[in-house]
């Protein structure tokens, strides 16, 4: 194994018109100086009419935008799916949406209380988060232990863990809680399912979604990418093979952490495809996700992508 170091002035309020957010550009295709306001379109997943939603610049001013326009308080919204009202997985809002994207709000319907025993030490459940503090089911295991337990559904928001609220943590908080839950014990969770439309009633879990066919993918069309910190970013699309690695790193984040996060998997890709060695790589790791104390292991099999990825080029 490689080795490693040890990781881990107030603007006088206008009171005629708050500025629109601006996006830089990072394609080079539009002059600096245009600063444009893009518009999405957005519906709420179980039906609503169609609204405009501009005026954000991450996905917490989004979720904003998406309440203010459908009238609802932004508790409501679980996650917003791209160019599906389905509750595909695949589909996931997260730090990137094409300017060509149809947003699908989905909101909180049933609340379900459920007991599961962990019988062995996984459960099976895969977890992710909306960025906006609210952590829901991305993948449940075949044949694993929750998934006897039939009323779990993907999607669901994890509302609390043996009384304890989930909501405002991230996703590899909650994996870590649950991974924590000794053995052979019976815990209670609850639940809180998105709300369903007329035919999605009776969904376990979610219906593929067919192809958009319109995929950007190596298009050279744009991306709006939200970020954490600092502002949005008009970008050309991924590569295919930068997707491919990006997908990678998402499958070690789900083995080794129980958790996806596509834009978690895309900074991690950021930070390591210009790094020349190893030690440079965890130190841009630790600079921009240090918090995540990611094992070695996992850092180590990254920087294997990294390399192959290059290969390829």
Same mark, same amino acid.
């Not at 002059?31 to 039906?47: I, T, Y």
């Not at 006897?148 to 909501?167: E, N, P």
């Not at 990678?248 to 991690?268: A, C, N, P, V």
């Not at 996992?298 to 390829?312: A, E, H, K, N």
């Given at each position: 194994?490689?080795?490693?170091?040890?990781?881990?002035?107030r603007?006088?309020?206008?009171?005629?018109?708050?500025?629109?957010?601006?996006?830089?550009?990072?394609?080079?295709?539009e002059?600096?100086?245009?600063?444009?306001?893009?518009?999405?379109?957005?519906?709420?997943a179980?039906?609503?009419?169609?609204?405009?939603?501009?005026?954000?610049s991450?996905?917490?001013?989004?979720?904003?935008?998406?309440?203010?326009?459908?009238?609802?308080?932004?508790?409501?919204?679980?996650?917003?799916?791209?160019?599906?009202?389905?509750?595909?997985?695949?589909?996931?809002?997260?730090?990137?949406?094409g300017?060509?994207?149809?947003?699908?709000?989905?909101?909180?319907?049933?609340?379900? /209380? #459920?007991?599961?025993? +962990? !019988?062995?030490?996984? $459960?099976?459940?895969?977890?992710?988060?909306?960025?906006?503090?609210? *952590?829901?089911?991305?993948?449940?295991?075949?044949n694993?232990?929750?998934?006897?337990?039939?009323?779990?559904?993907?999607?669901?928001h994890?509302?609390?863990?043996?009384?304890?609220?989930?909501?405002?943590?991230?996703?590899?908080?909650?994996?870590?809680?649950?991974?924590?839950?000794?053995?052979?014990?019976?815990?209670?969770?609850?639940?809180?399912?998105?709300?369903?439309?007329?035919?999605?009633?009776?969904?376990?879990?979610?219906?593929?979604?067919?192809?958009?066919s319109?995929? /950007? #993918?190596?298009?050279? +069309? !744009?991306?709006?990418? $939200?970020?954490?910190?600092?502002?949005?970013?008009?970008?050309?699309? *991924?590569?295919?093979?930068?997707?491919?690695?990006?997908?990678?790193?998402?499958?070690?984040?789900?083995?080794?952490?129980g958790?996806?996060?596509?834009?978690?998997?895309?900074?991690?890709?950021?930070?390591?495809?210009?790094?020349?060695?190893?030690?440079?790589?965890?130190t841009a790791?630790?600079?921009?996700?240090?918090?995540?104390a990611?094992?070695?292991?996992?850092?180590f099999?990254?920087?294997?992508?990294?390399?192959?990825?290059?290969?390829?080029?």
């Amino acid at each position: 194994m490689m080795p490693f170091s040890n990781p881990f002035r107030r603007k006088k309020a206008n009171p005629v018109k708050e500025p629109a957010p601006s996006y830089e550009n990072t394609n080079g295709n539009e002059p600096e100086s245009v600063k444009p306001q893009l518009v999405f379109h957005a519906q709420l997943a179980h039906g609503s009419p169609t609204a405009r939603i501009e005026g954000f610049s991450n996905i917490r001013e989004l979720y904003s935008r998406i309440a203010k326009a459908f009238n609802i308080p932004v508790s409501e919204i679980i996650f917003c799916t791209l160019n599906t009202h389905k509750c595909e997985m695949d589909r996931l809002l997260g730090g990137q949406i094409g300017l060509e994207d149809f947003i699908f709000a989905h909101i909180k319907g049933q609340v379900k /209380n #459920i007991s599961l025993t +962990k !019988s062995e030490a996984a $459960l099976g459940l895969t977890i992710t988060d909306n960025g906006a503090g609210y *952590p829901f089911l991305k993948r449940i295991k075949p044949n694993s232990v929750a998934d006897q337990c039939k009323t779990l559904c993907v999607g669901d928001h994890v509302q609390s863990i043996c009384g304890q609220s989930t909501v405002g943590s991230r996703h590899f908080q909650v994996a870590k809680q649950l991974k924590e839950i000794p053995l052979n014990t019976t815990f209670e969770m609850v639940l809180v399912e998105p709300q369903k439309a007329f035919d999605m009633i009776s969904q376990r879990g979610a219906a593929k979604a067919p192809p958009v066919s319109s995929s /950007n #993918i190596g298009t050279g +069309k !744009s991306t709006l990418r $939200l970020r954490s910190k600092g502002p949005a970013t008009i970008e050309a699309l *991924p590569t295919e093979k930068e997707g491919k690695a990006v997908g990678k790193i998402d499958d070690l984040l789900d083995s080794f952490l129980g958790i996806r996060d596509m834009e978690l998997s895309s900074t991690i890709w950021e930070c390591g495809k210009e790094q020349k060695n190893p030690d440079d790589f965890l130190t841009a790791l630790n600079d921009q996700l240090g918090d995540f104390a990611f094992p070695q292991e996992f850092i180590f099999d990254v920087w294997g992508v990294v390399l192959d990825t290059r290969q390829t080029y």
